[in-house]
C-alpha cells in the first residue's frame, strides 16, 4: 500500500512539473498590456490579413496586434502565417525555401500588397507603438534559426513586445537567448477543434505536457478548445496569465473577460 501511495505522488509531481509554467509566470506575463490585439492585423474587405495595411490600421484604432513570422532561406523574417504560399498568394512554393527577393514578386489576395517583412513592419507602426504578440513559426529546425535574428529585429521596437510559439524548442531557445523575454506557449485541442489525425507532438501541447521545455510566461489557448483537465490544473493551480485565440464574436469576446486575461479577435471590432 505504501508503495503505492508513493508511486501515485511521484507520478503526480512528474506531471505538475512538466505542465508548470514559468516560476515568475504570473508576474512576468502581467507586464502584457491588457487591450484588444488584432489578429493578424486589422484585416478584411481589401485588406489581407499580415499585411503593412492591416498592421496600421489596428494601431491607429489603439489596438494591439499579433503577427506571424516565418524564416526564408536567406535568413530574413517574413511576416506571413501560412508555410506554403498557396492560400495567400496563389504561388507554389514554401516560405522556408524562398529568399526575400524572391517573395517581394508575391501579392497577397490579390490586392497590390505585399508579403511585409519584420522591420518593415516595426517602422510602419513604431509611431503609434502598439503592443506586439509575436508568433514565431517553426518550420523544420527553425527553432534553432529564427530565435536570434528575430530578438535582434524586435529589441529595438518602442513598444511592447513579446513571442509566442507552438514549438515549445522554440520558447526554450528564446528563454536561453533572452532570459528577459516575455514568452507565451501556443496551445489547443485538437481533438475539441473537430480535427483528426494530429501527431502526438499536438496531443502533447494540447495537455501542455510540454511546458517543461518552454516555461512559458503565458499560455495562449484556443478558447474554444479549454476544456481538458491540465488547462483546468494550470489556470487554477499556477495562475499564469491566460490569453484566448482567436475570438470571432462580441458576445464571445464579453464572455471570455472573466476567464482569459488577454484577448486576440478576429472578423469583428471590439
Known amino acids: 500500500m505504501l508503495w503505492l501511495i508513493l508511486g501515485t505522488a511521484a507520478v503526480l509531481c512528474l506531471y505538475l512539473f512538466l505542465i508548470a509554467p514559468g516560476r515568475r509566470a504570473r508576474k512576468r506575463g502581467a507586464a502584457i498590456p491588457r487591450v484588444p490585439y488584432a489578429h493578424r492585423g486589422l484585416y478584411g474587405g481589401t485588406i489581407p490579413e499580415n499585411s503593412l495595411s492591416a498592421f496600421r490600421k ?16 536567406d535568413g530574413k523574417l517574413a511576416v506571413i502565417h501560412d508555410a506554403e504560399l498557396l492560400r495567400m498568394c496563389g504561388a507554389d512554393g514554401s516560405v522556408a525555401r524562398m529568399t526575400e527577393k524572391e517573395l517581394r514578386i508575391c501579392r497577397l489576395n490579390g490586392t497590390e500588397e505585399p508579403i511585409p517583412f519584420l522591420e518593415e513592419v516595426l517602422e510602419a507602426v513604431k509611431a503609434y507603438r502598439p503592443p506586439l504578440i509575436v508568433e514565431l513559426k517553426s518550420d523544420g529546425d527553425s527553432w534553432r534559426t529564427l530565435p536570434k535574428p528575430a530578438l535582434d529585429a524586435l529589441q529595438g521596437y518602442p513598444g511592447f513586445w513579446c513571442v509566442e510559439s507552438f514549438d515549445p524548442r522554440m520558447l526554450r531557445a528564446v528563454r536561453k537567448l533572452s532570459p528577459e523575454t516575455v514568452r507565451g ?58 490569453t484566448a485565440w482567436t475570438v470571432q464574436t462580441p458576445e464571445a469576446f464579453k464572455n471570455l ?14
Open 58 to 73: 489596428a494601431a491607429e484604432k489603439g489596438y494591439g496586434f499579433e503577427l506571424d513570422v516565418h524564416l526564408t532561406k
Open 185 to 242: 506557449q501556443l496551445a489547443y485541442d485538437a481533438r475539441l477543434a473537430g480535427e483528426k489525425h494530429r501527431e502526438i507532438y499536438y496531443f502533447l501541447g494540447a495537455h501542455l505536457l510540454m511546458n517543461f521545455l518552454s516555461r512559458p510566461d503565458f499560455i495562449a489557448y484556443r478558447h474554444d478548445t479549454d476544456r481538458n483537465i491540465s488547462f483546468r490544473i494550470v489556470k487554477r493551480l499556477f495562475r499564469p496569465v491566460l
Open 257 to 270: 473577460r472573466s476567464t482569459y486575461d488577454v484577448q486576440i479577435f478576429e472578423g469583428f471590432e471590439p
